[in-house]
């Protein structure tokens, strides 16, 4: 059955129809439910059957893992190898077909504007020109031409132009006609002068976050923002990247475009963006660190490490929504290991990031040494654990007749041995202040993990049977849910986001956390995290300022308070703030 990539609203959702069966957003179960989870050996399976020869068998295994698949993410890297086989084969159209599936699916989950169509569309675009089908090839460059400009990218539109000239030049009539209409089109708008609607517009408010970044991924020569780093192995690079931040931003949010409120193109006014990446020499990264502390007067710096099956440009928008979110006037610094961005490659990620941890342990070594930093902060989520595990024991074994060389460290949600974890956790305490474990029962990797090792318990497991390490803080998440494949519950939510602000504030222990509740498992005692009983939004704005006058005490914080809320706010306002200050303080 054919399903030719469609223009406009209404005709995507039609064709959207035709995925009722094989795309079902929304939620996974628990830790217990693993089977609503992708099964991790499906990608070795069909690798497998294809190494055999068995390309018909390596299909047969892709099409009964897309009747059973509930995630999009899932479902769009089953589409995409089905389309690579087909094309070895030489069922060119079939190859199409899967394709525009594809990326009628990423249309739907990230708008129809999403710059990762592109790659998937000039694919779907010479399957079909290789099938000889003339008349499909020009309807997607039609689509590829209209969604450039809105992407600010204009300027790689020379390829597919030559390539409507030399359908014009060869096709029938009617179809030559049509590549000549299109290709002229175009042509006029871009002589015109078309605008981007991705400038920054300074009075629209948006907010542009500086981040810096070091990745031992490869650039894929791609001069897109989007597309700078793929997900191979290079050689340890250091540099700068500007997200920008829309004025109604939501804390915990990263606003993305979404067909079904009808935005079909990223906007900085209402969406989080990516607007360059810019790759620098390590000494001079280090400088302008050392001179953005000294402009600020901060003294304190967060690197982030992404867990399994984030792409490069999410991880960089995911790091400066937390920093704005938590009004961070230090440095935020991201790495970025080569996470392939794809559901199949769990097993082919598990590879990669231990080398990475090498490569974190020199960057952390020269962010101590180097960024001008006195209270470094680290976050890692997922499977991004392994790495930051890795570099802190080494680094604690390297410098273990020295002080804590970082703050506070945060692991989220560890896809990791359980008992491994802990093994190391006794190790690495001598590098930090506190070591905090996020844990959730409702988490879909940590699902995956613990399918793939034989049900074992892993690090970031929630419930009754959450880890217990005397280096540790565990606290359960659970309540705060889920988010999919991102799963980034640590920073999907503002509740938590208030969490770790309370850490970079004052090395507060769990008692004297909002919505810390003490619970007794199979292990012994742990903390349960209650959201509800915390005023996220208040917590927020209420931390922003306290960290910065640097109050640590209640009395404190009520006089800087009253000194500094204007008595116009409403009473209403008023109380939210002080109720949340004082739970803030376990009051």
Not at 295 to 307: I, L, M, R
Not at 312 to 341: H, V
Not at 389 to 407: C, G, S, V
Request: aromatic share 8%; hydrophobic share 45%.
């Amino acid at each position: 059955m054919s399903c030719r990539f469609v223009r406009g609203a209404r005709s995507l959702r039609l064709a959207l129809a035709f995925l009722a069966g094989l795309i079902v957003s929304g939620a996974t179960g628990s830790l217990a439910a693993v089977g609503d989870v992708p099964d991790p050996l499906v990608g070795l399976q069909i690798e497998d059957a294809v190494q055999a020869g068995d390309t018909a068998g390596a299909l047969a295994l892709i099409d009964t893992a897309l009747g059973t698949a509930t995630d999009p993410r899932f479902t769009e890297d089953l589409l995409a190898r089905k389309a690579e086989i087909l094309s070895s084969e030489g069922r060119h159209a079939e190859a199409a077909e899967a394709l525009e599936l594809q990326a009628n699916s990423i249309a739907e989950r990230e708008g129809e504007t999403s710059p990762a169509l592109l790659p998937v569309l000039d694919k779907a675009a010479a399957e079909r020109e290789l099938a000889g089908e003339p008349e499909a090839v020009v309807e997607i460059l039609s689509y590829i031409l209209d969604i450039l400009p809105r992407l600010g990218l204009s300027a790689q539109a020379d390829a597919y132009l030559a390539r409507l000239d030399a359908i014009a030049a060869s096709a029938t009539p009617q179809v030559a006609a049509s590549a000549n209409e299109l290709a002229e089109r175009f042509r006029r708008q871009r002589e015109a002068g078309s605008r981007s609607i991705f400038e920054t517009d300074p009075d629209k408010g948006t907010t542009t976050v500086r981040i810096y970044y070091a990745t031992d991924r490869a650039r894929t020569g791609d001069t897109d923002p989007d597309n700078f780093y793929g997900g191979e192995r290079g050689e340890l690079e250091l540099g700068t990247a500007t997200v920008s931040i829309p004025p109604h931003h939501v804390p915990g949010n990263i606003e993305r475009p979404s067909i079904w409120t009808l935005e079909f193109s990223e906007d900085p006014a209402r969406h989080v963006v990516l607007k360059a990446v810019t790759p620098g020499e390590r000494e001079a990264v280090f400088a302008e660190m050392r001179s953005q502390l000294a402009e600020t007067g901060s003294e304190s710096a967060f690197v982030f490490v992404h867990g399994f099956n984030v792409p490069f440009n999410e991880a960089a928008q995911r790091t400066a929504q937390m920093a704005y979110d938590m009004d961070f006037d230090g440095l935020p610094i991201l790495y970025s290991w080569p996470s392939r961005a794809s559901v199949l490659s769990y097993i082919a990620d598990t590879a990669v990031v231990n080398l990475s941890g090498r490569r974190l342990l020199t960057f952390l070594e020269d962010v101590v040494a180097r960024s001008g930093a006195k209270r470094i902060h680290l976050i890692a989520h997922s499977m991004g654990n392994r790495a930051l595990t890795d570099a802190l024991e080494l680094f604690a074994l390297r410098h273990e007749d020295e002080p804590p060389a970082f703050d506070q460290v945060v692991f989220a949600a560890p896809d990791l041995d359980a008992g491994l974890f802990a093994a190391m956790a006794q190790t690495i305490r001598g590098a930090a202040q506190r070591l905090t474990l996020y844990a959730s029962d409702k988490d879909w990797a940590l699902a995956v993990s613990r399918k793939l090792h034989g049900d074992a318990a892993r690090a970031g497991q929630g419930g009754r049977r959450i880890l217990q390490a005397a280096a540790v803080d565990s606290i359960d998440m659970t309540s705060v849910g889920e988010d999919m494949l991102m799963h980034s519950y640590y920073a999907n939510n503002p509740s938590a986001l208030s969490d770790i602000l309370s850490l970079f504030w004052r090395d507060a222990p769990p008692e004297d956390r909002c919505g810390m509740k003490q619970s007794t498992g199979e292990f012994g005692a742990y903390w349960q995290y209650v959201p509800d009983e915390c005023d996220s939004s208040a917590l927020l704005s209420t931390l922003s300022f306290l960290r910065k006058a640097r109050v640590v005490s209640l009395p404190d914080a009520q006089r800087f308070l009253y000194r500094f809320i204007p008595a116009s706010v409403a009473p209403d306002e008023r109380v939210r703030l002080e109720t949340a200050l004082a739970k803030l303080f376990g009051r």
